[in-house]
C-alpha cells in the first residue's frame, strides 16, 4: 500500500517561496508519475506540476514560471519549488501518485500567502 506525506506547507508574505515535500512509502515509486494538486476553499481541485517517471514536467499555466517540480527517486520524494508566491496560491496542497490504475492521494498540506 502508498502512503503520501506532504511537509512544507505554511504561511508566507506575496513574492516569498516555499518548498513542498511529499515523501513516497511503498514500491516502485520511480515508476509513478507525482503531481502536485491544489484546492482552494469554495474551488475544485486543480492540477498544479506533475512529473512522470522519465522526468518530464507539466505546469499549470498560472504557475509556470514560478513553480518548480522535481523528484528524487533515492528518496522517495517529490518536491515543489514555489517562488514568487501571491494571494491566489493559498489553497492546501496535495501531493498525487499515479501509475496505471494505481491513484493515491496524500493528506495535504496548508500553503497561505497573507500579508
Known amino acids: 500500500q502508498v502512503q503520501l506525506v506532504e511537509s512544507g506547507g505554511g504561511l508566507v508574505q506575496p513574492g516569498g517561496s516555499l518548498k513542498l515535500s511529499c515523501t513516497f512509502s511503498?514500491?516502485?515509486?520511480?515508476?509513478?508519475?507525482m503531481g502536485w494538486y491544489r484546492q482552494a476553499p469554495g474551488e475544485q481541485r486543480e492540477l498544479v506540476a506533475q512529473?512522470?517517471?522519465?522526468?518530464?514536467?507539466n505546469y499549470a499555466d498560472s504557475v509556470k514560471g514560478r513553480f518548480a517540480i522535481s523528484r528524487d527517486n533515492g528518496k522517495n520524494t517529490v518536491y515543489l519549488q514555489m517562488n514568487s508566491l501571491n494571494f491566489d496560491d493559498t489553497a492546501v496542497y496535495y501531493c498525487?501518485?499515479?501509475?496505471?490504475?494505481?491513484?493515491?492521494w496524500g493528506q495535504g498540506t496548508q500553503v497561505t500567502v497573507s500579508s
Open positions: 498525487n501518485a499515479n501509475m496505471d490504475y494505481h491513484n493515491y
Open positions: 511503498g514500491s516502485r515509486f520511480q515508476f509513478y508519475a
Open positions: 512529473i512522470t517517471s522519465g522526468f518530464t514536467t
